[in-house]
């Protein structure tokens, strides 16, 4: 078994195991607010950055855990933009690296088989030079894998949080979480990518969000394999072809990629019909 299958089973046995270290019996977040020195208890927004970072910070000594007992040290991102969040280092043998990103996002409450994406890391500069140390904690070939941990979950109603109210420590249990219904997951990133941008005008790759897709790990690469989705993303609307008509497109869909590539496009995974 490779250094890789040996992480993976590990780390999808760990993270089957975090929805207990941050719910209760009845699935709601153990977090409820942020507490004073005067034992006022003040509701967390359900803004999604204020979610996601207390979520990470949540878990955070759990990683550490796992980390230190399967003997990886553990570099954080230097900065806020660097890839990945988590790089795992094999204590032994510091040519052994793992990249893991922590993912979270929301259940679309009218069609709850969806959830509303992420990205997952740019096709920039580092994704293109492997070489490269521009907005990446070490090469990104120097990663013997690529991972990302996620979170899936439903937020709360808004009718049922008052973001202005504080209460009485006592009061603890009587708070409504913000979220709940938590799902872990951990996949390789190019399993659950899509073949579309993950965000404005920004280089990242975006998710697919059927949620059985994403924690199945079939997204739409997931048949052709890593290599199809390292050539398509290094390559993303940057072959120009024909459009039929006089002019010229560039390529943006995988379909197109890979006929353009002349392989095999009935390895495409499609995209579920609900996702349109």
Not at 123 to 151: A, D, M, W
Not at 163 to 185: A, G, W
Request: charged share 25%.
């Amino acid at each position: 078994m490779t250094e890789k299958e040996k992480f993976t089973r590990k780390l999808e046995v760990f993270v089957s195991e975090l929805s207990g270290h941050v719910s209760t019996n009845d699935g709601q977040w153990t977090v409820k607010g942020f507490i004073d020195i005067f034992k006022n208890v003040y509701t967390i927004s359900s803004d999604t950055k204020i979610v996601s970072k207390i979520l990470e910070i949540h878990i955070f000594p759990k990683i550490l855990a796992f980390a230190q007992a399967n003997e990886y040290k553990i570099v954080l991102a230097e900065h806020q933009n660097y890839y990945p969040d988590i790089s795992f280092v094999k204590a032994c043998d510091e040519s052994i690296k793992f990249a893991v990103d922590l993912k979270t996002t929301y259940r679309n409450l009218k069609k709850p088989n969806l959830c509303n994406g992420f990205t997952l890391g740019s096709h920039g500069e580092y994704f293109e030079k492997r070489t490269s140390t521009k907005n990446i904690q070490f090469p990104y070939s120097s990663y013997s894998g690529h991972f990302c941990l996620g979170i899936i979950y439903d937020r709360a109603d808004g009718m049922t949080i008052d973001e202005t109210k504080t209460y009485d420590i006592n009061k603890l249990h009587s708070i409504t979480s913000v979220v709940k219904n938590f799902q872990f997951f951990v996949t390789e990133k190019w399993k659950i990518a899509s073949d579309k941008g993950g965000s404005g005008n920004t280089a990242n790759i975006g998710s697919i969000n059927n949620i059985s897709d994403i924690i199945n790990g079939q997204g739409i690469f997931s048949k052709l394999g890593e290599n199809w989705f390292d050539d398509y993303w290094m390559n993303y609307k940057k072959i120009i072809i024909p459009d039929g008509k006089g002019g010229t497109k560039k390529i943006s869909t995988l379909r197109g990629f890979v006929e353009y590539r002349n392989g095999d496009v009935s390895l495409i995974v499609e995209k579920r019909n609900c996702e349109e």
